[in-house]
């Protein structure tokens, strides 16, 4: 089993900057990508960006250049650095940890974007 808990969402003004954290605990040798996922309502879960043990990312276009992703193995954290943010970004992100039978979710974090 692996739990993940996530930090950082908040509510910040079109331009600023916010920074997510995700931590995991439990079976954490067992897990190999990670990713930040986000949803608003009515809406599917989108990929935002992943990273693999090893630090091969992969974002989205509309997060392209202004949001990275990088993570500590140390200290079983991924975060995702959001820069340049829009309106359009306000949503519930989420973790996400793959192993080799399953994927685990974090429970969200709320970000919005407004002045």
């Known amino acids: 089993q692996v739990q993940l808990v996530e930090s950082g969402g908040g509510l910040v003004q079109p331009g600023g900057s916010l920074r997510l954290s995700c931590t995991g605990s439990?079976?954490?040798?067992?897990?190999?990508?990670m990713g930040w996922y986000r949803q608003t309502p009515g809406s599917q879960r989108e990929l935002v960006a992943t990273?693999?043990?090893?630090?091969?990312?992969n974002y989205a276009d509309s997060v392209k250049g202004r949001f990275t992703i990088s993570r500590d193995n140390a200290k079983n954290t991924v975060y995702l650095q959001m820069n340049s943010l829009k309106p359009e970004d306000t949503a519930v992100y989420y973790c996400?940890?793959?192993?080799?039978?399953?994927?685990?979710w974090g429970q969200g974090t709320q970000v919005t974007v407004s002045s």
């Open positions: 439990g079976s954490i040798s067992s897990i190999s990508a």
């Open positions: 990273i693999t043990k090893r630090g091969s990312t």
């Open positions: 996400k940890a793959d192993t080799l039978f399953r994927e685990y």
